[in-house]
């Protein structure tokens, strides 16, 4: 039977460890807080780059800038974006799979190239019969913007090469800290809409 003595340091060693993991889940919370913030803060923006993109895109004939033309897919790349790190249920497990399906689906006579940002994605697939065009892994230390430029750089370089015909990139999208979406989304050739997306208040015609 343990001592009276062992068993207070025993206690004692417990609440140090309780107060080491109070601390730990609150600096934990605090660096959600801030990355939720800052997606969601970043949303509006995107979404009204994008509207004025495809708003821009109607008044302009594909042919009148290299990104606007659609090309016979021959080659296809896909950019996948996932952790560096594991322990978060199906988070990257959902975006291996959906960039399987894409692969598969592509078949035979179109060539897939992967563009991985993020360790999971690229360790998965180094050990697969997949071709890497680029690989960006181990991006958790990295600043957001600088990796972004740095992606899209290569990204954009490729299609204006002629290196591939078109690039699809692959994400979660935020709904919450426990819910994200797959999503997939092609980049370039960005996608002209049709006439029927036209926002409403371009087709109005202003009383002079």
Not at 1 to 11: P, V, Y
Not at 145 to 152: D, P, S, T
Request: charged share 25%; proline share 3%; hydrophobic share 40%.
């Amino acid at each position: 039977m343990a001592s009276l003595k062992a068993i207070r340091k025993r206690i004692g060693s417990i609440r140090n460890t309780q107060q080491i993991t109070k601390a730990m889940k609150m600096v934990a919370a605090a660096k959600l807080r801030r990355a939720q913030d800052a997606v969601l803060q970043a949303r509006p923006y995107a979404e009204k780059i994008t509207d004025l993109l495809k708003n821009l895109s109607l008044r302009v004939s594909a042919e009148a800038h290299p990104l606007l033309v659609a090309r016979e897919e021959k080659r296809v790349d896909l950019v996948l974006f996932t952790s560096d790190r594991g322990l978060c249920g199906g988070y990257n497990a959902n975006l291996i799979r959906t960039a399987e399906t894409f692969i598969r689906d592509k078949g035979n006579e179109v060539e897939t190239r992967l563009i991985l940002v993020g360790r999971k994605g690229n360790d998965y697939f180094q050990c697969r019969n997949t071709v890497i065009a680029e690989s960006f892994p181990n991006v958790s230390g990295c600043v957001p913007e600088e990796l972004a430029a740095e992606v899209a750089e290569k990204m954009i370089g490729r299609f204006l090469r002629g290196e591939t015909d078109s690039i699809t990139i692959l994400y979660n999208r935020f709904r919450s800290a426990m819910s994200q979406i797959v999503t997939r989304q092609q980049l370039v050739p960005f996608e002209i809409g049709a006439e029927d997306e036209v926002p409403w208040w371009l087709t109005v015609i202003g009383e002079n």
